[in-house]
């Protein structure tokens, strides 16, 4: 817990190095207000694939927080799919990160991939042991497990994970990727 504190504040950091470097504005997610109209206008996996978060419109130009600014490439492109000018602030990929996982948007995306998702149980014996076998679970190529699987991998590779990490807890399952040698939720 500790680790990841300090690694947040060295990613604190290093972004408002990069906002005073290339002179942009640095925004703190924590305390900022989002505009959630704006923030759900846009597709999750756009804003997970280019790393960046709607902060809100000044006429036609739309407001965003970014952790590299100098990543013009990116900045072109989330413009041009957007179709709209962008209007640069400086943020931690964390913060960032943290603010999309967090998401009622990255939720519904994992609602729908978990729907109807339960396991069957199948009686095998008489002594009343219960097993789930693998052909009742994958038996429809559209099954609850496949899908969830699917958005799992699908999440990892929007994210350029190198790996996935599925965790099992007390009362439910995480899932984390290591995206740039850092395990993140």
Known sequence: MKEIQENKEKDRAAAKQLAQRYRYEFVDLKGSHLDLELFHSIQVDLMFRYNFVPLRLEGNALVVAMADPSDLV????????????????????????DLLKKSESSQRMLEEATEGFKLDLIREDESGEETITIEKITQEESSPIIRLVDTIIF?????????????????EV???????????E
């Open 155 to 171: 999440t990892a590779l929007e994210r350029r994970a190198s790996d996935i990490h599925i965790e099992t807890r007390d009362t």
């Open 174 to 184: 995480g899932v984390k990727y290591r995206i740039d040698g850092s395990l993140n």
């Open 74 to 97: 990116v900045i072109d492109e989330v413009s041009a799919l957007l179709g709209r000018p962008l209007v640069i602030k400086v943020a931690p990929l964390s913060e960032i990160q």
